[in-house]
């Protein structure tokens, strides 16, 4: 598992409460792979190598609104959505990714996963 946070503000249109306005959150997201084979050196993932491509991927959503994402334009950036949206990116890029999990606060979170 890796891990890596990032900020940002989204608002959920149409909730019918608090988070339809426009609200930020740093955003914890780790990052699940699996394999059945370890390299000579007894490593399945260069952790190195997995990190920069997770900063990659969350370097387009920091410090931004959510919502005025192109992925975003048409439905929310729930939670949910945005673990998906990360597990996408990753998907060609990580081999052997499983799950992204992302949280918005300390008790709360999402995950996606195949």
Known sequence: MIED???SAHAL??????CENLHGHTWKVQIYF???TLNKIGILIDFREVKAKLKDVLAGLDHKNLNDLPEF???????ELLAKLI??????QIKGLTKVTVWESEKTSASYSI
């Open 13 to 18: 249109r149409g909730y019918n409460g608090p």
């Open 73 to 79: 334009k048409k439905i929310n950036p729930s939670c």
């Open 5 to 7: 946070s990032f900020n």
């Open 87 to 92: 597990f996408e990116k990753l998907r060609e």
């Open 34 to 36: 699996n394999g059945k």
